[in-house]
C-alpha cells in the first residue's frame, strides 16, 4: 500500500522569505511520480510541480523546487519570496502507474499563511 | 486549457434524499475520479473510473455510487444522503499515460 504523509497541518512565513513544506511516502515501487497541489482558499486545485522518480535531478518552477531524496523517501516543497497569493492547502501527492486507474494517493496538506 | 466542471459549487439536502453530483470534462481523458475531502484528512478516494462503463471502489465507498455512460462525465450519487456524508466534494481527471490530475472547483455538500 501507498501512503503518503505531510506531517507539518500548518505553517506561516513572512512575505519574500523562504518556506520548506515537508512530505514523505512509502512505497515498495520503483517508478512512481510525485506530486504538490496548492489549493487557494475557495479556488480550484492545481499543480505545482512533478517529480519523476527516475529523475535524479530535482524539479524546479520558478520560486517553487523540491527536495526528492528517494532512499529517504522524503519529497520537500521549498517556496522562496513567498508572495501573499501562495497563501494556500498544499497538497503532496504519489501515483504509482500500477494498474489502468492510476490512481494519486495524497497527503493530509499543509496550511501556509503567507504574513505581509 | 483542461476544463473540469462540477454541477453546482454548493448544495443543501436532507437526510434520505437522493443526491447527484456530476462531474464533466472536456479534453477527453481516460480516468475520472471522485474524491471527498475533509479537514485533517486530506482526500480521499471514493470511486474512479479508468473507461466508459467501467468503475473501481476508491477507499471510502460505502454510501456511494457512480456512473460513467459518456466519457466526458463522471456522476457521483448518494442514494440516500446523511449527515456524515457533509463534505467538499472533489472531481478530477487524467489523461492516459498519467502526468497529472485536473480538478474541478469543487462541490460543497451539506446535508442537513
Known amino acids: 500500500a501507498q501512503t503518503v504523509t505531510q506531517s507539518q497541518p500548518e505553517m506561516s512565513v513572512q512575505e519574500a522569505e523562504t518556506v520548506t513544506l515537508s512530505c514523505t511516502y512509502d512505497?515498495?515501487?520503483?517508478?512512481?511520480?510525485l506530486f504538490w497541489y496548492k489549493q487557494p482558499p475557495s479556488r480550484q486545485m492545481i499543480l505545482v510541480i512533478r517529480q519523476e522518480a527516475y529523475k535524479q535531478q530535482n524539479a524546479t518552477e520558478n520560486r517553487f523546487s523540491v527536495n526528492f531524496q528517494k532512499a529517504a523517501k522524503s519529497f520537500s516543497l521549498k517556496i522562496s519570496d513567498s508572495q501573499l497569493g501562495d497563501t494556500a492547502m498544499y497538497f503532496c501527492a504519489f501515483m504509482a502507474p500500477l494498474n489502468t486507474g492510476n490512481q494519486f494517493y495524497f497527503g493530509t496538506g499543509t496550511s501556509l499563511t503567507v504574513i505581509p | 486549457d483542461v476544463k473540469v466542471t462540477q454541477s453546482s459549487r454548493y448544495l443543501v439536502k436532507r437526510t434520505g434524499e437522493k443526491v447527484f453530483l456530476e462531474c464533466v470534462q472536456d479534453?477527453?481523458?481516460?480516468?475520472m475520479f471522485w474524491y471527498r475531502q475533509d479537514p485533517g484528512l486530506g482526500l480521499r478516494l471514493i470511486y474512479f473510473?479508468?473507461?466508459?462503463?467501467?468503475?473501481e471502489k476508491g477507499d471510502i465507498p460505502e454510501g456511494y455510487s457512480v456512473s460513467r455512460e459518456k466519457k466526458e462525465r463522471f456522476s457521483l450519487i448518494l442514494e440516500s444522503a446523511s449527515t456524515n456524508q457533509t463534505s467538499m466534494y472533489l472531481c478530477?481527471?487524467?489523461?492516459?499515460?498519467?502526468?497529472?490530475?485536473?480538478f474541478g472547483p469543487g462541490t460543497r455538500l451539506t446535508v442537513l
Open positions: 478530477a481527471s487524467s489523461p492516459r499515460p498519467v502526468n497529472e490530475q485536473f
Open positions: 479534453m477527453d481523458h481516460e480516468n
Open positions: 473510473s479508468y473507461d466508459v462503463k467501467m468503475k
Open positions: 512505497t515498495s515501487e520503483n517508478n512512481y511520480y
